[in-house]
């Protein structure tokens, strides 16, 4: 870049064409493959991607389908949830993972989460338990590992299913451990923004219970072990030839860009410290640094700054589910969630940010917040 260039640096909040640019040769040789092969859909490359994404998360099956949604809603399928059942999830969320409940016929129960991890807050599961809770549904949001030593601990204590969303968490861990490999199973989403993004949509479910794996490859197409043959009444959720193949691309490369993620993500925790209002995310030994998301009680405000600066931002999420259109019937009060949803802004964090990028992204933040030092409501704090 030349100085000149430098002196007004813009941030775009995302840059899918620069990520597929890092990677273009491996790429168009996946593209060559499959074109070759004249096979398009569950071939050999969905075969080798289900195998080579076990093998990362350390599972004995991985399961190509259509999407994270799909993910979920199938392994809940194949785990027999469905209607007059509930299933617990965390209020701040993408919408997707109360979709998935609905479209098994169970309904989705609310729980807050903790305002420093994101996550599900196991201490209130307990009262959102009822005799129809079937499962719970622990996401590990932003790439921070979901509490699951406790999750497990209440779930297994009252025969209740865990099925994590790693939706955001390609490659984090928990004590040593991939994100994916605990609970009955867990979903994974290949669009093109998350840790491990194709190039369109896709999904896959780990597990480790060979029951479990076998049902979800018949659901995933029509119920069929042979060709033609419905075993049970199955869906059309498969993953394409193409986006496995550059998948299988793009696999090899998740731990180094998760290290860029975190290094980024670093700085920021370390040079954003202690500005007026601002609010950093937890910090975790095994996150995956998915999105970076800071808190500001003057949330438009900083983000009208950075925009006057170049600084590309988005929330995640504006509207949390239980107060989306879709499930105005909820009652759930989620104060934590709620709160979260005013004051929460994501900072650009991808492994093709420079550093200097980087460092004009810190630079904005710092100079906005120092611009509006505020009134800083004792609510920026909790
Ligand atoms: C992206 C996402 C999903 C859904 O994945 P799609 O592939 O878009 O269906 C589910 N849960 C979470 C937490 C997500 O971020």
């Not at 590990?140 to 025969?159: F, I, K, T």
């Not at 410290?273 to 808190?295: I, T």
Request: charged share 20%; glycine share 8%.
């Amino acid at each position: 870049m030349t100085s000149a260039a430098e002196a007004r640096v813009v941030v775009p909040f995302l840059d899918m064409a620069a990520a597929a640019a890092a990677l273009r040769p491996q790429l168009d040789a996946a593209f060559a493959r499959v074109l070759e092969s004249g096979r398009w859909v569950l071939g050999p490359e969905v075969a080798a991607f289900e195998r080579e994404l076990a093998d990362y998360c350390g599972t004995s099956h991985a399961i190509g389908v259509a999407s994270g949604l799909d993910a979920l809603q199938l392994t809940l399928r194949a785990l027999g949830v469905g209607p007059g059942e509930e299933v617990l999830v965390p209020g701040y969320t993408a919408v997707a993972t109360w979709m998935a409940v609905t479209l098994t016929g169970a309904e989705p129960v609310g729980v807050d989460v903790d305002p420093q991890t994101f996550t599900l807050d196991p201490a209130l599961l307990e009262a959102a338990r009822t005799p129809r809770t079937r499962a719970v549904v622990p996401v590990h949001l932003c790439g921070h590992p979901a509490d699951l030593d406790a999750v497990e601990a209440w779930a297994s204590e009252h025969e209740i299913l865990v099925v994590e969303d790693a939706c955001q968490a390609h490659g984090a861990t928990l004590e040593g451990r991939r994100v994916g490999s605990f609970g009955a199973a867990a979903a994974f989403s290949f669009y093109p923004t998350k840790n491990l993004g194709a190039i369109g949509d896709g999904g896959a479910v780990t597990t480790n219970d060979d029951a479990l794996a076998d049902k979800l490859r018949l659901l995933r197409m029509y119920g069929w072990r042979e060709r033609g043959d419905s075993e049970i009444k199955g869906d059309n959720s498969r993953l394409d030839e193409l986006q496995a193949a550059f998948l299988r691309a793009r696999l090899p490369l998740l731990d180094s860009d998760n290290a860029r993620r975190r290094a980024i993500a670093e700085r920021y925790l370390d040079e954003l410290d202690g500005l007026p209002g601002l609010v950093l995310p937890g910090a975790h030994d095994g996150h995956a640094w998915h999105l970076f998301v800071v808190r500001h009680p003057q949330r438009a405000a900083l983000r009208a700054a950075l925009d006057d600066r170049g600084i590309g931002t988005l929330i995640h999420y504006e509207v949390p589910p239980h107060r989306t259109r879709a499930f105005a019937a909820t009652s759930a009060a989620l104060p934590v969630t709620e709160r979260l949803a005013e004051e929460i802004v994501s900072l650009p964090l991808y492994p093709q940010l420079g550093d200097d990028a980087v460092a004009a992204v810190i630079g904005a933040v710092r100079d906005s917040c120092e611009a509006f030092c505020c009134s800083t409501s004792s609510s920026a704090s909790s």
